[in-house]
């Protein structure tokens, strides 16, 4: 069964600091894709990044950054120089298809990041 | 109207009520999904759709009757529902069943039951 797990319940910080969304996951799968989102009061999930088990690539977007590591079965998400824009709640999340051919998405508890002007 | 849209945006209901969500994606996806999202918990994955064929019942009650007339609409239909249903419901669109598609999210129907 997969698993994903967002250690971090609860996350609180000044405005310009960094800060670290950890995610942790797993799966028997070979093949399997990896997000996050971004869920703001507002309620709809925005989705930020996608990456496959193939390529494990960090990848910068702006002030976001991805830290893919296989060995480590994690896929953590740094936030550089935190705006109170950026207070939401992320969630971490796995797909695989499933034997109906559609995709199934697993999701973390998430992670509530509140910055602090 | 764009991306993914939900009404009502909030609904309270008695245990005895019939009422109905729905969900429209303006993106010319295939695939819709209904997810619910309560306290504490993790967002859970409730049905799928691909060409408008149920794909996926994830050991839902039977108090949840899902219907999909064709691939930009999703209705949830609710009928004898209990307050731990209370939650919110998202609905999400994606290009195909893919893995490999990110879904698109609705902002989403705030339920409770009384």
């Known amino acids: 069964a997969q698993k994903v797990t967002q250690a971090q319940t609860e996350i609180s910080v000044v405005e310009k600091e960094d800060v670290t969304l950890d995610c942790v996951y797993e799966t028997r799968d070979t093949t399997y894709y990896l997000f996050w989102y971004k869920q703001p009061p507002s309620g709809e999930l925005v989705f930020l990044i996608r990456?496959?088990?193939?390529?494990?690539q960090n990848e910068i977007s702006g002030r976001y950054s991805w830290n893919f590591q296989k060995s480590t079965s994690s896929f953590n998400f740094t936030i550089t120089a935190s705006q109170v824009v950026d207070s939401a709640v992320y969630f971490c999340?796995?797909?695989?298809?499933?034997?109906?051919?559609?995709?199934?998405?697993?999701f973390g508890k998430g992670t509530k990041l509140t910055v602090n002007p | 109207e764009t991306g993914v849209t939900q009404t009502p945006r909030h609904l309270v209901m008695g245990m005895t009520n019939k009422k109905s969500l729905k969900c429209e994606q303006h993106?010319?996806?295939?695939?819709m999904y209904w997810y619910k999202q309560s306290a504490k918990k993790p967002l859970e994955l409730m049905f799928v759709?691909?060409?408008?064929?149920?794909?996926e019942n994830n050991s839902v009650p039977s108090r949840f009757s899902p219907e999909c007339p064709n691939s930009s609409h999703l209705f949830l239909h609710l009928h004898t529902l209990q307050p731990e249903d209370s939650a919110l419901y998202l609905c999400a669109s994606s290009p195909s069943g893919s893995s490999y598609n990110e879904q698109f999210f609705g902002p989403g129907t705030r339920l409770t039951v009384l």
């Open positions: 999340a796995l797909s695989e298809e499933s034997q109906g051919g559609s995709e199934k998405l697993v």
């Open positions: 759709y691909n060409f408008k064929e149920q794909t």
């Open positions: 990456r496959n088990s193939f390529d494990e």
């Open positions: 993106l010319g996806h295939n695939a």
